[in-house]
C-alpha cells in the first residue's frame, strides 16, 4: 500500500476543511492535545460530537414540527449544538447555528426552518469529509502528524 | 490543597460530552488528576464522597442544576467553600461573569477553553 500518497491525500482533504471554511483554528487546538497517551484524541472527540449533534438535531427537528413552536426551547437546543460546533471548530456549522438563534429571537419560524435545512447540509458534508479525512489516516498508519496547512 | 509534589485533583463538570472531554484532556497534560461528571448533581455526589477535590471547573449552562448554583451550593457548605469553583461558559455575558464573580468564583472562562487558560488557573492552585 502506498502510505506516502495515502497521507498526502489525507493532508489534501485536512487542508480543503479550513481552506473552505469547514474548520477554525479550534481544531489546532483539537490536534495540539493529542499525544501518543491520546493518540487518536481528535477522532474520539469528533465521534462524540456528532453523536451529539445528532441527538440534538433529532430534538430541533421535534421541535420544529409541534403546532405551537416554543421559540426559548429551540434556542435552548441551538445554543447546545453551537457550543459543540465551537468546541470542535466547525465553523460553518457554528455560522448556521449563529443564524438560527437569530430567527429563534425575532420569532421568525420560516427563517428557523431554512437555518436548519442549512445545518443539516453542513452536518452532513462535515461528517463525510471527517469520516474520509479520519480513514485515510487509519489507512495511512500512526506514523505521521499532518502539518498546518500556510495560513 | 495539595503540596506541591502531589498530584492535584480537579472535577470537571460539564453536560457536553465534547466539551468534557476537552477539558479533561487539557487538565491531564497539565498531569492533574481529573474526575469529569456531566452534572452538578453528580458532581455534589462525587464532592461528599471523594474528600480531596483541589477545584472545580464546571460549565454555566447545564440542564436541572446550573453551574451557578453548584457555585452557590459549594460556597454555601462549609466543607466545600474554600474549594476554588472556576465557571466556563460559551457566551459573554457581563452580568452573568460579575453574579459568579460576586458568589465567590475563583474565575470566568469563555470557551473554548484553551490549555492557557488551565495553567494560569493552576499556576495560582499551586503557589
Redesign the interface.
Known sequence: MDYVHLRRQAASLRKGLFDQGYLDE?FY??E??Q?D??PN?VE??VT??F??SARLMANIDQALDKCVKDFNKLDVYM??L???C???GASRMKTECTAFRECCRDENIEGCMRSFQKIKREHSVLRQKLESYFQLLRQAGPVECATRPNK | MGSGDCELHVLAVDD????R??IA??L??SKYRVTAVDSAERALEVLEMEPNVNMIITDY?MPEMNGYELLRRVKGSRDLREIPVVIMS??YIPNRITRCMEEGAEDFLI??V??SDVSRLCGRLRN
Open positions: 479550534q487546538q483539537l495540539d492535545l499525544d497517551a491520546s484524541f474520539e472527540v462524540l460530537f453523536r451529539d445554543q447546545q453551537k457550543g459543540s465551537t468546541s470542535i | 457536553s460530552s465534547v466539551d472531554a476537552v484532556r487539557i491531564r497534560n449552562c460559551s457566551e470557551k473554548p484553551r490549555p
